[in-house]
């Protein structure tokens, strides 16, 4: 079974506009890590984000915002006032506390902003 | 600079070759990773290694091989490259849990594998 989903396979989306990706994972782990990484055009995924499952606050970093619900398991990611350099494909990831050091990824999703 | 260097971008090989792909942090992390990434599959772990010479498979194994000697370096092995294996490779690191709480995997560039 898919640990982590991101159903939105690619978005369009024009300059200026916001847009939000979904993540929704699956876990019997009472401790747990959530990540997001941004994979460029050039391929090296950067890390973004780390959320810990006891820590629900949302989290904003400029044009970025995270909401964590452990209610829905989801962990959306939104971009307010989109820019091209945002273009990206965009992975959402679960690590487990008890399958140790694994990390479990989303198929992604591709983000193209439109000038 | 926190840094994961994989060997080669781009690599081109034919059906048969035995492939190396080598990957290096200089992080010191124990946990090293290969993912494998297609088109719409989004990354899927090959191995994983959390210590030297110790290894486990990931989701995708078959036709596969690593090698972990030193701490530093996590080897790829095409035993017998295939034409199924042309893929974006990608390697990784991190600090084992329980080292630390939490911890984030970095990421090398990628290799983008053709092999014909």
């Known amino acids: 079974a898919q640990k982590v989903t991101q159903a939105q396979t690619e978005i369009s989306v024009v300059e200026k506009e916001d847009v939000t990706l979904d993540c929704v994972y699956e876990?019997?782990?009472?401790?747990?890590?959530l990540f997001w990484y941004k994979q460029p055009p050039s391929g090296e995924l950067v890390f973004l984000i780390r959320r810990n499952s006891f820590d629900e606050q949302n989290e904003i970093s400029g044009r970025y915002s995270w909401n964590f619900q452990k209610s829905t398991s989801s962990f959306n990611f939104t971009i307010t006032a989109s820019q091209v350099v945002d273009s990206a494909v965009y992975f959402c990831?679960?690590?487990?506390?008890?399958?140790?050091?694994?990390?479990?990824f989303g198929t992604g999703t591709s983000l193209t902003v439109i000038p | 600079d926190v840094k994961v260097t994989q060997s080669s971008r781009y690599l081109v090989k034919r059906t048969g070759e035995k492939v190396f792909l080598e990957c290096v942090q200089d992080m010191d992390h124990e946990n090293m990773f290969w993912y494998r990434q297609d088109p719409g599959l989004g990354l899927r772990l090959i191995y994983f290694?959390?210590?030297?010479?110790?290894?486990e498979k990931g989701d995708i194994p078959e036709g596969y091989s690593v090698s972990r000697e030193k701490k530093e370096r996590f080897s790829l092995i095409l035993e017998s490259a295939s034409t199924n294996q042309t893929s974006m490779y990608l390697c990784?690191?991190?600090?084992?849990?329980?080292?630390?709480?939490?911890?984030?995997?970095?990421f090398g560039q990628g290799t983008r594998l053709t092999v014909v």
């Open positions: 290694s959390y210590d030297v010479k110790m290894k």
């Open positions: 876990t019997r782990d009472t401790t747990y890590y």
């Open positions: 990784a690191s991190s600090l084992r849990q329980g080292v630390a709480l939490n911890t984030e995997a970095f």
């Open positions: 990831a679960l690590s487990e506390r008890n399958t140790g050091n694994q990390f479990y």
